[in-house]
């Protein structure tokens, strides 16, 4: 039988990163809100790392345990819905968590993981022409044998951490013609010429995480930034190197869906316990209020997100292939989130829409749980294409 209920350290690292939140994080997530790019590095940066000190633990930890060390440890997981709960855009921020960071450890070698691991690292994948299908992406790759290095060309745009990260996972063709198989991901550092940040965008949530767009003009990395093998599988395989980071990111972004939207759900009870409702587990749908039926749906609709992303976490911990769990979790969670949120902000009345609350951010900073690493509807696209068995040209 397949059991998630939490081990002792488990719970302990839960309440260790949940003290951490409330006292670092949620403190600063109005500020950071507010004044968006106006990023203060020390404020921010320190309140992070004295979070991460507090628990005990690098978040470099959880990636390692994620891609690589086979185990049914959830102590990461766990804790980085906490973090989340704390403040989504802050904990986007944190230093070496960023989604490249999940590339890089899904499937960069020991050698690439010892020199990019400890960089925050963004990731690029979309383009102007290239959003959910990101195999139409245009940027283009070129071995420059006279030199052994890569010449990158093209444009990239809402790239999450663009201003703060140091390095970014880049997607690129090596030949357009050979389709979706010629994709791979290349590591570029900040810094390197011909890599441009273009623009920052000013956006709806998550506003304490910077977004932005970047050129790559004739930018020449060195050969063992490849991710992956540069060899190209036009036959059997060939993208699943790539598509392996989204089994990763998916379930990360589907704990933070449910950090965020159990911020709202847990402040929502508190003010209705306030004004004397209550919440009984163990009365039948009849005599249940229409509050207090939307408010244990609502609980029942995350604790199913969560044993969803939590199958998908420990299956990628014991090596065993999760896409289609990986969707399920993000297409749950973010769907939940969006809806969690939405109803909490109904639920307390025009104080739920006021600033002076953080319910309308929590609101705002959910959305993009059901955008960000392939949307909804295209977690349920794939979710369909895999249970029955189609090919990707069958069902689009
Ligand atoms: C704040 C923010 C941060 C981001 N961070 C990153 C990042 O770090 N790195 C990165 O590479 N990208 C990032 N993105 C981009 C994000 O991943 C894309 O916006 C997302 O993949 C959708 O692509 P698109 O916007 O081009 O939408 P489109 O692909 O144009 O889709 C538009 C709509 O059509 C729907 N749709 C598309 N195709 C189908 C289909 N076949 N069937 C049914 N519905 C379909 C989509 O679900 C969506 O609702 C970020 C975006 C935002 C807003």
Not at 39 to 57: F, P, T
Not at 143 to 158: A, C, H, P, R, Y
Request: contains cysteine; charged residues 25%; proline residues 3%.
């Amino acid at each position: 039988m397949i059991d998630f209920s939490l081990t002792k350290r488990e719970r302990k690292l839960q309440r260790m990163a949940n003290d951490a939140a409330r006292k670092l994080i949620r403190p600063i997530a109005r500020y950071y809100d507010d004044y968006e790019h106006e990023h203060d590095e020390i404020k921010e940066r320190d309140a992070i790392r004295q979070a991460q000190a507090d628990i005990g633990m690098q978040s470099l930890t959880l990636l390692r345990q994620l891609g690589k060390e086979p185990g049914t440890d959830l102590s990461g997981i766990v804790a980085t819905e906490e973090y989340y709960w704390g403040d989504a855009g802050v904990s986007l921020g944190a230093p070496n968590v960023g989604l490249g960071n999940a590339a890089i450890f899904a499937v960069g070698t020991k050698e690439q993981i010892e020199r990019f691991g400890r960089k925050y690292t963004a990731m690029a994948i979309t383009e102007p022409g290239a959003g959910s299908d990101s195999a139409a992406i245009r940027a283009t790759a070129k071995l420059d044998q006279s030199t052994n290095e890569w010449v990158l060309n093209g444009e990239k745009i809402f790239v999450t951490g663009a201003d703060r990260c140091e390095a970014v996972v880049v997607w690129a063709s090596l030949d357009r013609s050979q389709g979706r198989a010629a994709i791979k991901s290349f590591v570029v550092e900040k810094g390197t010429p011909g890599f441009t940040l273009t623009k920052l965008e000013n956006k709806c949530g998550i506003r304490a995480s910077d977004t932005g767009s970047f050129a790559l003009e004739d930018c020449r990395i060195p050969y063992d930034n490849i991710l992956g093998t540069p060899e190209i599988k036009v036959k059997k395989g060939g993208f699943q190197g790539v598509m392996k980071t989204f089994d990763m990111t998916r379930p990360l972004v589907a704990i933070q869906a449910i950090g965020v939207a159990r911020a709202a759900l847990d402040f929502t009870k508190e003010k209705l316990e306030v004004a004397g409702y209550t919440f009984p587990y163990d009365r039948p749908l009849g005599e249940l209020s229409v509050i207090q039926h939307t408010v244990l749906e609502m609980e029942a609709n995350l604790e199913v997100a969560r044993l969803l992303t939590y199958r998908a976490v420990a299956m990628m911990n014991q090596g065993l292939r999760n896409s289609l769990e990986a969707s399920m979790s993000k297409a749950k969670a973010g769907r939940s989130a969006t809806l969690v949120t939405q109803k909490c902000v109904a639920l307390l009345g025009p104080l739920g829409y006021s600033r002076e609350w953080l319910v309308e951010k929590w609101m705002r900073d959910s959305k993009i749980t059901d955008l960000f690493e392939g949307t909804g509807q295209i977690q349920m696209l794939i979710i369909a294409r895999t249970i029955l068995g189609f090919q990707r040209e069958q069902l689009k």
